[in-house]
């Protein structure tokens, strides 16, 4: 059955985090942002905006090697260094010294089943089930329960981009909201790379 081709959804930005017994929290990956169309055949990631990420065919045959299902997956492609902190500069320059992989946020689609009207613990639930054992070019993304300030709160202690709130029982992209770090260090200098990017007067 050929897949639909879906729209990542896009969480609010909000300016401080909170607690709440009806949300969920994960962390923010700082990365790219990615659906993986995983087939009998083949794997391919596709960017938000629908381009067909070609630098990445080790990343999509790993996957397609490690999941033993039809599926759409949610998620963000990332190098971790030895602590399991994204490096953004690192994979944006992506000359093999680390290895990518994709860190798995929700599941949009399986086995011929559209899954996005399910409330989002049911199809975290899903997810874990089909995510093989580390190491794997899959990563499953835990989320807390209730206690989004706290955990923002670590977030930032570990320099990490910020953290994401979702809505426990909603559906596909219902009630999420991303809480960035304002002092992250990574993304200081990054609207000049691009701007420098786009204009040509410079390049990654």
């Known amino acids: 059955m050929p897949f639909p081709e879906f729209t990542p959804a896009s969480p609010t930005l909000r300016p401080n985090a909170f607690d709440h017994d009806d949300f969920i929290f994960e962390l923010k990956m700082d990365g790219f942002r990615a659906l993986a169309y995983v087939g009998p055949d083949e794997t391919r990631v596709v960017s938000r905006k629908g381009i067909v990420y070609k630098s990445f065919a080790g990343l999509c ?62 199809r975290k639930r899903l997810l874990r089930s089909i995510i093989p054992e580390q190491p794997s070019a899959l990563l499953f993304a835990s989320h807390i329960e209730r206690n989004g300030v706290e955990f923002f709160r670590s977030t930032c202690e570990q320099d990490l981009e910020g953290i994401v709130a979702k809505l426990k029982y909603g559906r596909y992209g219902e009630g999420w909201f991303k809480i960035r770090n304002p002092k992250y260090s990574q993304r200081e200098g990054r609207r000049e790379l691009f701007e420098r990017h786009r204009t040509g007067s410079g390049g990654v």
């Open 61 to 122: 045959e790993a996957i397609h090697t490690h999941l033993d299902c039809e599926a759409v997956l949610d998620g963000e492609i990332v190098i971790l260094d030895a602590e399991g902190r994204p490096q953004f500069y690192e994979l944006l320059r992506h000359r093999g010294r680390g290895q990518p992989v994709f860190y798995v946020f929700d599941l949009l689609w399986l086995d011929g089943q559209d899954l996005r009207t399910h409330p989002l613990i049911e």
